[in-house]
């Protein structure tokens, strides 16, 4: 059976994008298409109006920063979680994708900064610290587009408010693609679709304002 069928959407460049649909109507599929890791069997995925099968899949990846559903950090320092061991990333870049987070001023007071560990699968951060530190991550490499898989799942009301918050802070600077379940999320974005038989549907035009389409 079809996870999307006839379904259209569009991500406008620098703006805020959300996705969202009851589990299994096919949110992570659009991602996995955007991102070139799956292949649709009819109709095509245009990027700035090219086929992505004609583009560099290498060089589109790196384009893009990837925040998973799953919050996996390594038991190793902040700077370490942050580049994935990287040695062309600097400190500056790293300082730079911690602002962007949100969490610099938080990692500079830790004893150790930088290196500063973050325990067994983080475990020595709270849930919306690991989440920042993985936004970072995504951010470290200067991406053009941001994706994220469930942003806020599991987070606390006040913890998801800050999360998306950072979020609105990181608008105009790229484009991002948000998928959730969360209405906060949704109300944040400039454009919102809901996924639904297999179907895409504006549930947020940008040209009423941001306005909820009912």
């Keep these: ?33 955007i991102i070139g890791l799956l292949q649709p069997q009819e109709g095509q995925v245009l990027i700035d109006g090219s086929p992505l099968t004609t583009l560099d899949i290498r060089s589109w990846r790196q384009m893009i920063g990837y925040v998973p559903q799953e919050r996996l950090l390594l038991h190793d320092t902040i700077m370490k979680n942050v580049t994935l061991g990287d040695p062309q990333l600097t400190e500056n870049d790293v300082n730079g994708a911690l602002r962007a987070a949100g969490i610099l001023d938080f990692v500079m007071n830790m004893p150790e900064g930088l290196e500063s560990t973050v325990g067994e699968r983080g475990g020595m951060l709270s849930g919306g610290q690991r989440q920042r530190i993985a936004i970072a991550r995504a951010l470290v490499h200067k991406p053009a587009l ?15 408010a800050g999360i998306v918050e950072t979020l609105r802070k990181l608008k105009g600077k790229l484009t991002i693609l948000a998928i959730s379940h969360q209405h906060a999320l949704v109300d944040a974005a400039d454009i919102a679709y809901h996924l639904q038989d297999g179907e895409a549907v504006l549930a947020r035009d940008p040209n009423k304002n ?5």
Aim: charge should be negative; proline fraction near 2%; charged fraction near 20%.
């Design 1 to 33: 059976s079809w996870v999307l069928n006839n379904a259209s959407l569009e991500l406008p460049a620098g703006l805020f994008t959300a996705i969202t649909g009851v589990s299994g109507a096919g949110k992570t599929t659009v991602a996995d298409l």
């Design 146 to 160: 941001l994706i994220l898989d469930e942003a806020t799942s599991g987070l606390d009301t006040e913890t998801e």
């Design 210 to 214: 941001g306005r909820r389409v009912h």
